[in-house]
């Protein structure tokens, strides 16, 4: 009723990277994308498809970070950037800057770096 966009977390899972699973390099998806192995690069969604990112307890990201709705309760060492809802659960672990919209933080969760509001310009 009082806001314009909605907070909640997109329900499927398009893509699932898994505990065993080591990628290197970029990922640029849609939809949505649940990381629990390891990443080494950035993982950013497609610039026309606002998507969610979901890093589990389990999940690791060495790079940047960029999506429209993110969930963390993993490790990121680098900057996480959303334009509408950061969710950082009892685990997260985040070594780099967080710019967002709207944040959520949980007791537990770690940041070591800056948090910047990004005001929305499409008020």
Avoid at 5 to 16: A, G, H, P
Avoid at 113 to 121: C, F, I
Wanted: hydrophobic letters at 40%; charged letters at 20%.
């Amino acid at each position: 009723m009082f806001f314009k966009k909605s907070n909640k977390v997109q329900n499927s899972i398009d893509t699932l990277i898994g505990v065993d699973t080591r990628v290197e390099g970029n990922i640029i998806f849609s939809g949505g994308l649940r990381i629990d192995g390891a990443v080494l690069g950035t993982v950013s969604e497609l610039s026309d498809s606002p998507s969610t990112l979901i890093l589990s307890e389990h999940g690791r990201i060495e790079g940047a970070i960029t999506a429209s709705k993110i969930v963390i309760n993993g490790t990121v060492l680098g900057p996480v950037k959303s334009c509408q809802f950061i969710e950082l659960q009892t685990k997260a672990r985040i070594t780099g800057d967080v710019t967002y919209n709207s944040l959520e933080m949980h007791t537990g969760a770690v940041i070591e770096g800056k948090l910047v509001y990004a005001v929305d310009r499409t008020e």
